[in-house]
């Protein structure tokens, strides 16, 4: 994941009902049965939208107040991703998210009975550790971590990455962002030492990932680089993506309904902004 999330700060326990517990992530599960044992375990990386807290590296050019929107758009589109790959695939979705205590902000914007993993510590490799280790203790065969910057990712390399990790010889599936981070990482064990000694919020992230890799062993499989929305030159791209349908489409884009609309409301209020500044102030 492009490892610019931001450290999260999440809870204490991991319940599955009742018989699983850890002490420093708690699994909050629902009805639906999402989760089912035998699937890929993809967990979203998301922080509770607040002003001033996410997304801050869009602010300038957006609002504080607009990029926290925005980030609630993104995580609405990268779930309708995964439960979109999950029709050719079989994937079991989670957010692992932060602050402790936001578990009402994700109910509230996201699909009811979608299982929320509570996953904070001071450290974001030790968050990601600890997501990946909770979900494999729920019984997955394999676990992904999934960032939250991405929302136009074509959904088949969320369908690649399920299939990759599923095959008997393979270890570890990465898909490398293009600010030299990640957006998607799985295993099928857990393996500590892929989170020690990165350079987090780095362009070092990738290669310095695929080299704990290499120490351990393991066989990766790379797929198609893809971009963040984390600064304002991949808000820039996403913009364009969004604007051009057919060009979208013929590259698999996600079509990322929440985040157009997002877009779009934070245009149209910035037009009328400028026509009020106009009328009140005339052409100088």
């Not at 109910?107 to 009975?113: G, H």
Request: net charge positive; hydrophobic share 45%.
């Amino acid at each position: 994941m492009s490892m610019h999330l931001g450290t999260l700060n999440v809870g204490a326990q991991l319940r599955m009902s009742g018989s699983i517990t850890h002490r420093s992530s708690k699994l909050i599960p629902r009805k639906r049965d999402y989760n089912a044992p035998a699937a890929c375990a993809m967990a979203v990386m998301g922080k509770a939208s607040a002003p001033g807290r996410t997304k801050t590296r869009l602010v300038p050019p957006l609002s504080a107040e607009s990029a926290a929107h925005l980030n609630t758009a993104f995580l609405q589109d990268i779930i309708g991703n995964l439960l979109r790959a999950g029709r050719e695939v079989q994937i079991a979705p989670y957010v692992a998210f932060g602050p402790a205590g936001s578990e009402p902000f994700f109910r509230a914007c996201l699909p009811a009975n979608l299982p929320l993993l509570e996953c904070s510590l001071p450290h974001f490799g030790d968050c990601l550790d600890r997501a990946i280790t909770s979900l494999l203790r729920c019984g997955h065969d394999a676990a992904c971590v999934l960032n939250a910057d991405s929302p136009t990712l074509p959904t088949r390399l969320l369908v690649q990455a399920a299939r990759a990790i599923a095959q008997p010889m393979a270890d570890i599936v990465i898909g490398p962002s293009t600010d030299g981070g990640y957006y998607l990482l799985g295993v099928k064990c857990a393996h500590r030492r892929l989170f020690e000694e990165v350079d987090w919020s780095t362009s070092r992230v990738f290669a310095q990932t695929t080299q704990r890799a290499a120490e351990l062993g393991l066989s990766v499989t790379v797929l198609e680089p893809w971009y963040d929305v984390d600064d304002a030159a991949g808000l820039h791209r996403l913009r364009a993506d969004l604007a051009d349908d057919l060009g979208a489409a013929a590259a698999g884009l996600y079509q990322a309904p929440y985040t157009r609309a997002a877009l779009a409301r934070m245009i149209r209020h910035l037009e009328n902004a400028s026509i009020a500044s106009f009328v009140a102030h005339g052409d100088r």
